[in-house]
């Protein structure tokens, strides 16, 4: 099945540690995306990508970082620059980029920063 | 970017229909208005989207007003699984991107 898979479900980290969030996809997408979700908000856009080997900041990018060197893979670091980390996590993918193109969504990573 | 308005909760009973309703005042000519939903520790989910006439999908209808200031998601039979956060969201194709704000709580009687 195609689709796109996050992992781990649920992250817990030491404060000053920094963290990989895993997202990959099999949809053939050129397009992909991180955004955070904090509790009772909409999703704020972390990094995109257009295509492989490329990726432009979005909205909050302080404290994170991307790359970009597969197409199907998409990895989100959370660095210790990020001031407050606890949130969930969503990877997205698009066939490409566009205005008019839906966007496929992971399960999320529930990040947690002890 | 354009914002777009949209109650904070709204009810049905299952089987009947459900209207949500979303303002984008401040809407140009290039941007498309997307629904998306999103269940409770879930990622979002691709509802339907649109430029200017209406259209339809087997999940729902969206109706755009002639001037595109506000649209409606019509869900034709609510079912308890369409109990979830619906957002109405605005992109341009000069600068794709999706901008969610807090959403329509919907919940389903039964």
């Known amino acids: 099945d195609g689709g796109i898979t996050q992992s781990p479900k649920y992250l817990f980290r030491k404060e000053g540690q920094n963290v990989t969030l895993s997202c990959e996809q099999n949809l053939n997408h050129d397009a992909m995306y991180w955004y955070r979700q904090d509790p009772g908000q909409g999703l704020r856009l972390i990094y995109y990508s257009q295509i492989v080997n490329d990726f432009q900041k979005g909205d909050i990018a302080e404290g994170y970082s991307v790359s970009r060197e597969k197409k199907e893979s998409f990895p989100l670091t959370v660095t210790s620059a990020q001031k407050n980390p606890t949130a969930f996590y969503l990877c997205?993918?698009?066939?490409?980029?566009?205005?008019?193109?839906?966007?496929?969504f992971g399960p999320g990573t529930r990040l947690t920063v002890l | 970017d354009a914002k777009t308005t949209q109650p904070n909760s709204m009810e049905s009973n299952e089987e009947e229909p459900v209207h949500l309703p979303c303002n984008h005042s401040t809407i140009s000519g290039t941007d498309y208005i997307h629904w998306y939903r999103q269940l409770p520790s879930q990622g979002p989910e691709y509802v339907i989207h649109g430029l200017t006439s209406n259209v339809n999908n087997r999940m729902a209808s969206l109706a755009i007003a002639e001037d595109r200031k506000s649209s409606t998601l019509i869900l034709h039979r609510a079912t308890l699984r369409d109990a979830a956060v619906y957002y109405c969201i605005l992109s341009r194709g000069s600068n794709y991107k999706l901008t969610f704000g807090k959403g329509t709580l919907l919940t389903v009687n039964p």
């Open positions: 997205a993918s698009s066939t490409e980029w566009g205005a008019y193109n839906e966007q496929f």
